[in-house]
């Protein structure tokens, strides 16, 4: 296994990551990449936002794949507070 990533490795890590499917390996390799990456490290924290707020939204709407416009508004709020 290599230890130096490519942002599309680091990419797909850092996915995994957000659902704990990622190995402690990887993470550490995600890690040093993001440190030196601008552009992956931007990706893990919009990731990280766009999760969250995805898990406080009511799980029907989710599944539903709609929102109203109070439900839009409202997790538009929360990311740019989390911004």
Do not use: P, W
Not at 36 to 46: G, N
């Amino acid at each position: 296994m290599k230890f130096k990533l490519t942002c599309d490795e680091a990419t797909a890590i850092c996915s995994k990551n957000q659902y704990g499917e990622a190995s402690v390996a990887d993470k550490v390799r995600m890690v040093f990449h993001v440190l030196f990456c601008a552009v992956c490290k931007l990706y893990s924290k919009q990731n990280t936002i766009i999760t969250k707020c995805l898990t406080s939204v009511d799980k029907e709407v989710v599944l539903k794949n709609k929102l109203n416009a109070e439900e839009k508004e409202e997790m538009a709020l929360k990311i740019k507070e989390m911004v």
